[in-house]
T-cell receptor
Framework: AQSVSQHNHHVILSEAASLELGCNYS??????LFWYVQYPGQHLQLLLK??????LVKGIKGFEAEFIKSKFSFNLRKPSVQWSDTAEYFC????????????FGSGTRLSIRP | EAGVAQSPRYKIIEKRQSVAFWCNPI?????LYWYQQILGQGPKLLIQ????????DSQLPKDRFSAERLKGVDSTLKIQPAKLEDSAVYLC???????????FGDGTRLSIL
């Protein structure tokens, strides 16, 4: 069955540290990949997406993610985090042929020490 | 652009009671989704509509949950009767079509006593 794994449940960093959040999925076919973010008290919003083309995707607020097909991974990165990046981050996957079958990971809570 | 509207924001009921949630998607968005998000987990898709038709309801517990989108715009999700394990945040999302990123509402936090 299709699944998404986010192995880091809670990550704590200091400001200016570099960030990498892991996301691995299990699905044998072509996929669309997403990272969503939920800031405290706000709704889920799209951070970035990968449909096809360049596997290095740039999103809002300096975030980027790299799709590595051979590793079934779509890790989220940011070179220097800010206190305002404190939020919960969700990776999500849909099979390319069936956008309805979206599966979310369990999320990673990111806490930034000022 | 106005976002996805949901109401109520919070609801507290006793088990075996019924409850309904309402969602108004972004204007012009044909695809509407209902998710259940249990504390500590990611959102789980319950049902997806394309206009007023159901695209996917494979994870909807149909013995107690129902949803409709009669005119292809707003939608309601109902639980009858509620169980303790239904305590969760119920999220509504919409997109222009099923392949586009989704826009989420603020959700309804349901607590079952």
């Amino acid at each position: 069955a299709q699944s998404v794994s986010q192995h880091n449940h809670h990550v704590i960093l200091s400001e200016a540290a570099s960030l990498e959040l892991g996301c691995n999925y299990s699905y044998g076919g072509t996929v669309n990949l997403f990272w969503y973010v939920q800031y405290p008290g706000q709704h889920l919003q799209l951070l970035l997406k990968y449909f096809s083309g360049d596997p290095l995707v740039k999103g809002i607020k300096g975030f980027e993610a790299e799709f590595i097909k051979s590793k079934f991974s779509f890790n989220l990165r940011k070179p220097s985090v800010q206190w305002s990046d404190t939020a919960e981050y969700f990776c999500a996957v849909t099979p390319y042929s069936s956008a309805s079958k979206i599966i979310f990971g369990s999320g990673t809570r990111l806490s930034i020490r000022p | 652009e106005a976002g996805v509207a949901q109401s109520p924001r919070y609801k507290i009921i006793e088990k075996r009671q019924s409850v309904a949630f309402w969602c108004n998607p972004i204007s012009g968005h044909a695809t509407l989704y209902w998710y259940q998000q249990i504390l500590g987990q990611g959102p789980k898709l319950l049902i997806q509509f394309q206009n007023n038709g159901v695209v996917d309801d494979s994870q909807l517990p149909k013995d107690r949950f129902s949803a409709e989108r009669l005119k292809g715009v707003d939608s309601t999700l109902k639980i009858q009767p509620a169980k303790l394990e239904d305590s969760a945040v119920y999220l509504c999302a919409s997109s222009s079509d099923g392949n586009q990123p989704q826009h989420f509402g603020d959700g309804t936090r349901l607590s079952i006593l």
